[in-house]
């Protein structure tokens, strides 16, 4: 069976500091992707980065990259320069057959 | 291009009741995917379509279900509703989908379902 585990239901950061949030992840398959999706409150679940399984340089986007370790099967996210709008529910996924397959996600606070 | 679109946004009902719930999806995204959400539970996959046809299903009851139609839009119903049905329903379109899901979901905004 495929799992994703998020172990930190919440996370505070200071503005402007560095934050990362953890997941590891469960699978038999060789092809599989990841994905951390920011979900504000109130607002519409989106894409923060995503993952191929085979790629070994870790994905970044702007403030935002990953630390992915395969042999561990760990996918964590970095956050660096933390902004006011990063507050959000943060959810790891691994892709699954036609579905991700979610974590229970981190509840991200930052503090002005 | 306009988003991932959910109506009702909000509902009401009663145990025993039934409920559907619609969702269009971006133009041009033939997979749409289904997902129930709760505190503490995170996503629970519901069921995913692809021109009109049910490709993967979560484990919930039979009481839910769901259909796509020709043009891509998808709906879902739960059938003789109880109290732990209550949640924010999800739906998410991608261009083809897959297996694995490599496609970038887009998400709707929800619908969040009460029943009392």
């Known amino acids: 069976a495929q799992t994703v585990t998020q172990s930190q239901p919440e996370m505070s950061v200071q503005e402007a500091e560095t934050v990362t949030l953890s997941c590891t992840y469960d699978t038999s398959e060789s092809d599989y992707y990841l994905f951390w999706y920011k979900q504000p409150p109130s607002r519409q679940m989106i894409l923060v980065i995503r993952?191929?399984?085979?790629?070994?340089q870790n994905a970044t986007e702007n403030r935002f990259s990953v630390n992915f370790q395969k042999a561990a099967k760990s996918f964590s996210l970095k956050i660096s320069d933390s902004q006011l709008g990063d507050a959000a529910m943060y959810f790891c996924?691994?892709?699954?057959?036609?579905?991700?397959?979610f974590g229970t996600g981190t509840r991200l606070k930052v503090l002005a | 291009k306009a988003g991932v679109t959910q109506t009702p946004r909000y509902l009401i009902k009663t145990r025993g009741q039934q409920v559907t719930l619609s969702c269009s999806p971006i133009?041009?995204?033939?997979?749409v995917s289904w997902y129930q959400q709760t505190p503490g539970q995170g996503l629970q996959f519901l069921f995913e379509?692809?021109?009109?046809?049910?490709?993967n299903k979560g484990n919930f009851p039979g009481r839910f279900s769901g259909r796509q139609f020709s043009n891509s839009r998808s709906e879902m119903n739960v059938s003789t509703l109880e109290l732990g049905d209550s949640a924010l329903y999800l739906c998410a379109s991608s261009l083809l989908g897959g297996s694995p899901m490599a496609d970038e979901q887009f998400f709707g905004p929800g619908t969040r379902l009460t029943v009392l």
């Open positions: 133009s041009g995204h033939r997979s």
């Open positions: 996924a691994l892709s699954g057959t036609y579905k991700y397959i």
């Open positions: 993952q191929e399984a085979y790629k070994q």
């Open positions: 379509y692809f021109s009109e046809t049910q490709r």
